[in-house]
């Protein structure tokens, strides 16, 4: 089973820039999502394995980029112009390889945490 684990959270002004990281132990098409304590959870973006396709939520189109590193196995978001309301905590998980089907469990997730 492919194991994932999200790090690089953290506090950040409105208009602020993070970089969140997801580690796989192996390589695989991967999604990411957040949730808040009132929004149920909700995709953000995906990247297939070769990283030849992207998807993004229509929210973050323009502000968000998802990247990887395959040999290192780790998948990127950068998180640039972040506002209040993206304020959530971050999940990434396995996706099939068209990007349009979660396959994997949840981690942990990383908390983002953006103040105006």
């Known amino acids: 089973q492919v194991q994932l684990v999200e790090s690089g959270g953290g506090s950040v002004q409105a208009g602020g820039s993070l970089r969140l990281s997801c580690e796989a132990s192996?390589?695989?098409?991967v999604g990411w999502y957040r949730q808040t304590a009132v929004k149920e959870r909700e995709f953000v973006s995906a990247?297939?394995?070769?990283?030849?396709?992207?998807r993004y939520v229509e929210s973050v189109k323009g502000r968000f980029t998802i990247s990887r590193d395959n040999v290192k196995n780790t998948v990127y978001l950068q998180m640039d112009k972040l506002k209040p309301e993206d304020t959530a905590v971050y999940y990434c998980?396995?996706?099939?390889?068209?990007?349009?089907?979660?396959?994997?469990?949840w981690g942990q997730g990383t908390q983002v945490t953006v103040s105006s």
């Open positions: 990247i297939n394995s070769h990283g030849g396709s992207t």
């Open positions: 998980s396995r996706m099939s390889n068209a990007i349009n089907l979660r396959l994997g469990s």
């Open positions: 192996e390589r695989t098409s």
